[in-house]
């Protein structure tokens, strides 16, 4: 008996969705009917996941790239945004998101808010990994790219804790924010921050002080 296994791709790069969708048909099960619908920005992703849920067909599966064209709403402005959207109105459903991002930082994050049935990085990504990735996703989530499970494993070896502040912070400068900005992204004072950062530095061994040495041991150790 056939099983229908509804699917929406949202990507803003048509060659790429078309890939996504030609490499499922091509190794899905003889037994599965895949019904794939395709977004390129936030509003249409929005629509379509909308109207499944109006039509109570929700999608079992989504394929969310994270770096998309904003919506007219200002609260969507990425696919991280749209996939928690997506948890809140068709919670049974499965995400799996796909990025160029191969930060520590961005991953750590995303696994943090979203917790997706699969995570793939881009520039690890063949058919046979998307493929797999779909199986996974669908029989015994999660899946992770190995880009992914690399940054996972060294989060959970590493000895050395840092908090979501600190993490924030190291990768704020990471991306040539000035300290004295920093208070911009934090509900926190900017002297509680260079306390934070002080203590960084000695976290993280850091004698002569310097950003360039913090930030050199930060990405050594995998927190940026």
């Given at each position: 008996m056939s099983k229908t296994i509804r699917i929406l791709m949202t990507d803003d790069h048509p060659m790429i969705i078309e890939g996504y969708q030609n490499t499922l048909i091509a190794t899905k099960n003889a037994q599965q009917e895949l019904e794939i619908d395709i977004a390129n920005n936030c509003d249409e992703s929005l629509e379509f996941m909308r109207k499944a849920v109006d039509i109570e067909q929700?999608?079992?599966?989504?394929?969310?790239?994270?770096?998309?064209?904003?919506?007219?709403?200002?609260?969507?402005?990425?696919?991280?945004?749209?996939?928690?959207?997506?948890?809140?109105?068709?919670?049974?459903?499965?995400?799996i998101m796909l990025t160029m991002f191969d930060e520590p930082y961005r991953i750590h994050n995303i696994i943090k808010d979203i917790d997706p049935e699969g995570f793939l990085i881009k520039s690890d990504l063949t058919s046979r990994e998307l493929s797999s990735a779909f199986k996974a996703v669908l029989n015994n989530p999660p899946y992770y790219s190995g880009t992914v499970s690399s940054v996972i494993r060294k989060t959970i070896t590493n000895a050395i804790h840092l908090d979501d502040i600190d993490r924030k912070i190291l990768y704020l400068l990471s991306q040539g924010i000035r300290t004295k900005s920093l208070k911009d992204y934090f509900e926190i004072s900017l002297s509680a921050i260079e306390k934070r950062k002080k203590q960084l530095k000695i976290t993280l061994d850091v004698p002569d002080g310097s950003d360039e040495k913090l930030l050199a041991l930060a990405k050594k150790e995998g927190f940026i």
């Open positions: 929700p999608y079992h599966v989504l394929f969310m790239d994270i770096s998309l064209p904003p919506s007219n709403d200002p609260k969507f402005t990425s696919g991280e945004d749209l996939a928690k959207y997506a948890r809140r109105i068709m919670p049974q459903c499965k995400i």
